[in-house]
Nanobody, 122 residues
């Protein structure tokens, strides 16, 4: 299995940027497609972005297209989410997750991190 630990969350002004990181350990990081999800209080855990094993393909949720960028560095066993133009609807706990292939639904992911909080001040 793989262990995942997110970092980089915090408080940012609306319109600002944050970069989240997800450090992986355990089984080979490059064996997994990776995704980011987010969950606001009282809401379901929603898909944000996903990336294939070596990063050749990415997919984004409609609400973050053009603002967020997912990337990975397999040499560092790390997944990233660059978040630009943060908006009042973006605050949530952000989770990284690992799957056997590129997936958009949370139920298809096998391993999860503990999450990191993102707060946007308007």
């Amino acid at each position: 299995q793989v262990q995942l630990v997110e970092s980089g969350g915090g408080l940012v002004q609306a319109g600002g940027s944050l970069r989240l990181s997800c450090a992986a350990s355990g089984r080979t990081f490059s064996s997994y497609a990776m995704g980011w999800f987010r969950q606001a209080p009282g809401k379901e855990r929603d898909f944000v972005a996903a990336i294939t094993y070596i990063g050749e393909s990415t997919v984004y949720g409609d609400s973050v297209k053009g603002r967020f960028t997912i990337s990975r560095d397999n040499a560092k066993n790390t997944l990233y989410l660059q978040m630009n133009s943060l908006q009042p609807e973006d605050p949530a706990v952000y989770y990284c997750a690992a799957a056997q292939s590129l997936r958009l639904h949370r139920n298809d992911y096998d391993y999860w991190g503990q999450g990191t909080q993102v707060t946007v001040a308007s």
